[in-house]
């Protein structure tokens, strides 16, 4: 019979933090063993549970400390706090290495949107013409968002070269969209929204949809709980949710 | 038993036209009876066939007179040709009342497109914020399409005052599209696309879409062969499908 | 300058109740002058309050005895609580006709739910080729959702004789979804979905498609303070939100 | 400086052959130095006009023979016609192999369905509650399409276990559509619809839609183009576009 993974949840006062804890609770190979916080002692928790695996989502001030702290304390890093520099990551990196220890950090646990962002960069390879439209709630203040970027980002690095669509004239500024490497964003804010992206691919006859639609935090829960369930296996750091799907 | 209605098409040549007599023909309580193009008599064959309506699809500079040679001839037009001036209509309404004898002017015969805005209109007095989405093919040199114009302006006329959004910051220009009548419309354009428009209507907790796919000229012919049915019937003049729609 | 309507929220601790205490708080033109519950004293409190209107989402035993009380008492119902027989709304009407006073039942307030169907309907006169999609969550038991079969029902009513389709064989049964007055009904439920649906209409060359998405309770609060505003001024019951709509 | 690839078309007569002639001809670095249909001396004009590849749009009795033909007189087939069977295939890999000389056979060459069946099958892995919904015009006899069946199946071998959904009350028989390999499948058939497939895959708080619409014969044509320029660099036969697009 195997045994449960022993979970640690560091940060689990906070709002991602309560998600963790709940879906880490849900799942039966799993083991809660202890709920910290900012301000609690991380290390001698970690080492008075015998946690495996430690969940962070506190503040970005603190993440990369609290990894460091997670890999040198024996356990293995499941880190969807924002906040780390290139520098950060490869620092940890090196340390993952060294420790033989690995774990994962990722700006974004929901499965869905990590695959469409691979799937659109895969697609356009072969249907190079693309525009992103991306939905949200009428109060977020900028746009577009991060994750559209991110994504225009990746399909840009990827993509065959596209075909000469017609000489464009915009009699309404603006209606084109704005572009990123290229790529047509549009941002639509409206209430009754969540946070939605689509990417359209288009081809000779044909179309390529993409679609994610985010209800709530508990989108980022299957993502943690994958992740968490790979930790044990990890000898180097991960960065991105992407990098662990396939392992 | 009812006799079917004596069909006329002018511009029989033309790509509209050739739709327009092979809908005319495939309907069984309506009768073609001619076909005719620029250059051929019009007058003379309306009176040689007897014909009770007209369809026109010819070229805007012959429109108008068309539409006045049709009324005055004794037959009922059903007019898909555009290029008509505020001034021509207002001619062939009054030639048409002083007649006592209608018929329909159109720039839109596609049912769908047509109840599209309609409904579009409709809901923006119960859920004012709205934003437009139009998606053609790659080789429309112009943006935003016609119809996104028309419906923000129906929009515009009928709408309740919206919400205050959050203050807008557009980290890349013009993700946020263009504004016609205080409406942000959206122009997509990607090859395999043909002709598209989605109207986004959101309020507290929910979405309503509304949207219209048009894939081909025939897409024009059910509102045609409905303003024929109706023409024969009809004592003034009507400008837009959608205002004989209820008749 | 005007005043404001006063309401009373009957239900007030009950999940929609709640919901309609924040959105009449949210409101500048209404005050709430009260909150009670099922065991409280409901027409000592509309006198006491001297409240114009009085949403109620109690419980369907109690429903049509409150809505009698609130007449009687001298306000203005505006009731989302379900379980009316047709004898109930038939006498409630006959007792608003003769005390001249009016109000509001509806067994859906989304405003957009509302809309879509009464579109669906007027669409399908044009349209009549439909199938109806509903999406919903993986733990509703129950397929169709009431709200497809009602959609089904308006739309059965008003639309025109549909064209012939091929004769239809299915390989893998049920594919071709259930139908509910001749319309196909297909019910999706996964996990990640909250309350959606899709009516298509297809003709010539073209496709016109009503979506609604319903993220949460607060879907309903438009309709319901939309019903607030407008009950001091009937004079009559009401069935129905689509019924007030145009008034 | 890099010459054309020289491409022969074998069906060049029939709908897809000569879709298969318009694309070829379009594309700077292939030069169509033949077209043949059923009747033709296949094997001379292959050895006269010193073809590389040969694309095979003939019918499915001709196929098999065709193939071994294109593979003996020494160029590369690239084939869409269907009707192999899997001895067919076996002996045909076994024969290109024994010559080092290879090719494409793909029953589906519109590379947007088939990267949506990949994506599909990709993503069940990770999310695992899966529905699809293929919708297509009313003159399409049968129900479901083969491309639904065939994604079905590809997604039924990689995904994951599913959640326990709610016990299913169908009130209404067939809504809840049909089932392959336990996959819910709900076939859409409306005229003005051409040929369109939607994979919904549900996770915790997240949807992920993926679409595939597809509106002419034209579609095909990227894929037979992508197929042309590989072939003369395969020394094995492939089966499934699937598999050379990573080539």
Same mark, same amino acid.
Not at 137 to 166: F, L, Y
Not at 169 to 186: A, D, F, M, T
């Given at each position: 019979?195997?045994?449960?993974?022993?979970?640690?949840?560091?940060?689990?006062?906070?709002?991602?933090?309560?998600?963790?804890?709940?879906?880490?609770?849900?799942?039966?190979?799993?083991?809660?063993?202890?709920?910290?916080?900012?301000?609690?002692?991380?290390?001698?928790?970690?080492?008075?549970?015998?946690?495996?695996?430690?969940?962070?989502?506190?503040?970005?001030?603190?993440?990369?400390?609290?990894?460091?702290?997670?890999?040198?304390?024996?356990?293995?890093?499941?880190?969807?706090?924002?906040?780390?520099?290139?520098?950060?990551?490869?620092?940890?990196?090196?340390?993952?290495?060294?420790?033989?220890?690995?774990?994962?950090?990722?700006?974004?646990?929901?499965?869905?949107?990590?695959?469409?962002?691979?799937?659109?960069?895969?697609?356009?390879?072969?249907?190079?013409?693309?525009?992103?439209?991306?939905?949200?709630?009428?109060?977020?203040?900028?746009?577009?968002?991060?994750?559209?970027?991110?994504?225009?980002?990746?399909?840009?690095?990827?993509?065959?070269?596209?075909? $000469?669509?017609?000489?464009?004239?915009?009699?309404?500024?603006?209606?084109?969209?704005?572009?990123?490497?290229?790529?047509?964003?549009?941002?639509?804010?409206?209430?009754?929204?969540?946070?939605?992206?689509?990417?359209?691919?288009?081809?000779?006859?044909?179309?390529?949809?993409?679609?994610?639609?985010?209800?709530?935090?508990?989108?980022?829960?299957?993502?943690?709980?994958?992740?968490?369930?790979? $930790?044990?296996?990890?000898?180097?750091?991960?960065?991105?949710?992407?990098?662990?799907?396939?392992?």
């Amino acid at each position: 019979m195997s045994t449960s993974i022993r979970v640690l949840v560091n940060g689990a006062k906070g709002k991602m933090g309560r998600e963790a804890v709940r879906a880490v609770r849900s799942e039966a190979d799993l083991a809660l063993v202890g709920e910290t916080d900012l301000g609690d002692r991380l290390a001698e928790t970690i080492a008075g549970t015998g946690a495996q695996v430690v969940v962070d989502f506190t503040h970005p001030c603190a993440a990369a400390q609290n990894t460091e702290t997670i890999l040198r304390c024996g356990a293995h890093p499941v880190v969807g706090t924002t906040g780390f520099t290139p520098a950060d990551i490869q620092r940890l990196e090196s340390l993952a290495a060294e420790l033989r220890r690995g774990g994962v950090i990722a700006p974004n646990f929901a499965v869905g949107a990590v695959l469409l962002m691979r799937f659109a960069a895969e697609a356009a390879r072969f249907l190079p013409d693309v525009e992103i439209i991306e939905l949200h709630h009428d109060q977020k203040a900028d746009a577009p968002s991060g994750t559209a970027v991110k994504t225009a980002e990746m399909i840009a690095e990827r993509r065959a070269p596209a075909g $000469a669509a017609a000489a464009e004239k915009e009699s309404v500024p603006g209606v084109r969209g704005g572009r990123w490497r290229g790529i047509p964003i549009h941002s639509v804010r409206l209430p009754g929204l969540v946070a939605h992206q689509e990417v359209l691919l288009g081809g000779l006859g044909q179309t390529l949809t993409l679609r994610h639609d985010s209800l709530s935090r508990a989108s980022f829960m299957p993502g943690v709980i994958l992740a968490v369930r790979k $930790a044990p296996r990890l000898d180097r750091l991960y960065y991105g949710l992407e990098t662990i799907l396939e392992l």
